[in-house]
């Protein structure tokens, strides 16, 4: 991880150290129509931030509040003035220059409940905006530590301490290290003649990935498809029409707890059973509600957002062609 800032503290309330600049993520269309979680979060100091699975970066309403020299109720009022009918000058200005930068948000926070407990989250442009508010236009109100701290943090600076703070890689190359690992132990296990699931799986995979999702110990698709296709391999016969399956070997990079066990026996299929494994996945597993039911645990559990589950169901089931 990238040295962020050394201290945020009180005494001056500002950074002292900021991080390296990394590439920056787009507010996409998704957000505010899908439900987000929190992927990354962490206190810092007197600061909470983090990072929706979305990609925004945010701070929370204390965090924020430091930053800016005032207290959490004046953050809040905030909130809670930002769509009155007539609007304070405050938040006039507030949203005139979101505007200026070309970003609009419905609300100034997101509530979102993560780990048992409710976070108030500011997204990094609405927190520069508060920030250069009380830096220089809050008349009377004007802090010094706002100045200070909108100086160091102006421009796609708080973005990029907050993702170096979190340990949050902007790009997503990192989201797929792990599965590429687990590629590169497993792309030719399989015996001559066999093929099996992991592989085949790799769709699936990659669109909960750009999704948001981490793949890892906790979500491995991959055994929910094989269990759900072995039950219908043996439920309908199908070693009759194709012939029979095999075992082989399938290892977890040593980044898993299940690499203790390693080698494990898996199954494989005939390839002569490729097609009718393929039609099932689509029309059973996807579209018949198995992969809902899947991803609706995870979420359950709170080792996947429900943002991120919408979206990979949303991808992977086909629109409905209008019937003639």
Known sequence: MSEGPKEITNNGIKINILAAKSTEMEITSKQGFLPLGIEKAGDFGDIGMGVLSDGTPY???RGLAVLCGVENAHIGSISAQWNEPEL???IKKIKGILEEAGVHF???HAEIVHAGKVHFCYPAEVCLAILEYYAFDAGANVQDQARRNFRLLAGSK????????VGYDPTGADRFKKWHDRISLNYQ????GFFHVFNEAHTIIYELIVAGAEIGEKTV????IGQHWGRFWTDNELEKEFGARAKYPHNYPDSHPQA???PQESWCYPLAALGAYREWLQDDYIEGGKFAGYLDGKVKKGDLAPSVAQLAIA???PAQLPGK
């Open 260 to 262: 203790k066990s390693n």
């Open 106 to 108: 419905g609300v100034a």
């Open 59 to 61: 701070l929370n309403q």
């Open 158 to 165: 708080l973005k990029d301490m907050i993702y170096s703070q």
């Open 315 to 317: 991808t992977l089931t």
């Open 221 to 224: 698709v991959d055994i929910s």
């Open 88 to 90: 304070k000058p405050r």
């Open 189 to 192: 296990s399989a015996p001559r």
